[in-house]
């Protein structure tokens, strides 16, 4: 006794594939600007620090088909805010600020 239904079998058919809204890369980006310019402005250097992970989160979820424009000017820009603060002042990242926790 077979106990398959023959009438219930659909063949598959696949659906169009519509890209996803991700925005991710973009905050990211905007999120490394702005610290870039926080670190720059207030001289900080853990902005810094925080602008080049935002450049490179924003650049591994970047979507092939995008302008590397934006991810190239926010790669130069926390770049550019790291040597800057460093040249100002040259001594090694403060960890005190960690031991609030």
Same mark, same amino acid.
């Given at each position: 006794?077979?106990?398959?239904?023959p009438m219930?079998?659909?063949?598959?058919?696949p659906s169009?594939?519509?890209?996803?809204?991700?925005?991710?890369p973009?905050y990211?980006?905007?999120?490394?600007?702005?610290?870039?310019?926080?670190?720059?402005?207030?001289?900080i250097?853990?902005?810094?620090?925080?602008?080049?992970?935002? $450049?490179? &989160?924003?650049?591994?979820? /970047?979507?092939?088909?995008?302008?590397?424009?934006?991810? =190239?000017?926010? %790669?130069?820009?926390?770049?550019? $805010?790291? &040597?800057v603060t460093?040249? /100002?002042?040259?001594q090694?990242?403060?960890?005190?600020? =960690?031991?609030? %926790?």
């Amino acid at each position: 006794m077979d106990v398959r239904r023959p009438m219930r079998i659909h063949r598959f058919r696949p659906s169009l594939i519509t890209p996803t809204d991700d925005s991710l890369p973009d905050y990211m980006n905007l999120l490394g600007m702005v610290f870039s310019m926080c670190s720059l402005m207030l001289k900080i250097k853990w902005c810094a620090w925080i602008a080049i992970f935002c $450049a490179f &989160v924003g650049f591994a979820n /970047q979507r092939a088909t995008d302008d590397a424009k934006q991810v =190239l000017s926010s %790669f130069m820009l926390s770049i550019s $805010a790291v &040597v800057v603060t460093y040249m /100002q002042n040259p001594q090694p990242l403060n960890t005190n600020f =960690l031991n609030i %926790f």
